[in-house]
């Protein structure tokens, strides 16, 4: 079961791992780490959670959203299951498709920084293969040998 009261979503026959003891990966309090990649991601034989939910039909819609917050004051850091909340920023979304269906790859046109291009993604995102992973998983930052050099 993941939540509590009205919004708790209990998903039948989800595999997971029990995590006891854990020295100097996670630093700070967490409730709970859980996997939302594509299975190709998945240990074998486990069904991702999210996908267990869509394929039990336990969602209103089969989105997740992650609202990350340093500003502990304001609000907490929230993870949503089956819509986004509004509340938490103003403007529209703007949705990007999926090209790498493994971890969430999107395309990537550009790098601005003080208002000029880095040109990663060639002149105006020529580079068609430019893609970026949206990767709550991490802190760290990826890119593809060609953009670092």
Same mark, same amino acid.
């Given at each position: ?8 979503? %209990?998903?039948?026959?989800? &595999?997971?791992?029990?995590?006891? +003891? ?5 630093? !700070? !309090? ?9 299975? @190709? ?8 959670? $999210? /996908?267990?939910? *869509?394929?039990? %039909?336990?969602? &209103? ?12 004051? @304001?609000? @907490?850091? /929230?993870?949503?299951?089956? +819509?986004? /909340? %509004?509340?938490? $920023?103003? !403007?529209?979304?703007? #949705?990007?498709?999926? &090209?790498?269906? +493994?971890?969430? !790859?999107?395309?990537?046109? /550009?790098?601005?920084?003080?208002? %000029? ?5 060639? @002149? ?15 802190? *760290?930052?990826?890119?593809?040998? #060609?953009? +670092?050099?």
């Amino acid at each position: 079961m993941i939540g509590q009261g009205e919004h708790a979503i %209990k998903i039948k026959n989800q &595999k997971f791992g029990n995590v006891e +003891y854990e020295q100097g990966i996670f630093n !700070g !309090g967490f409730e709970a780490v859980i996997g939302m990649a594509y299975p @190709e991601l998945a240990e074998q034989s486990v069904t991702p959670v $999210f /996908d267990n939910m *869509m394929g039990q %039909k336990l969602l &209103k819609n089969n989105i997740f959203a992650f609202y990350l917050t340093t500003n502990s004051q @304001e609000t @907490e850091s /929230d993870l949503t299951l089956g +819509y986004y /909340d %509004k509340t938490k $920023f103003t !403007g529209d979304l703007v #949705w990007h498709p999926i &090209k790498f269906k +493994y971890m969430f !790859g999107i395309q990537l046109d /550009d790098i601005i920084v003080n208002g %000029k291009s880095l040109g990663f993604c060639g @002149e105006k995102g020529t580079k068609k293969d430019c893609l970026v992973t949206v990767d709550s998983g991490t802190t *760290m930052m990826a890119m593809p040998g #060609w953009a +670092y050099n």
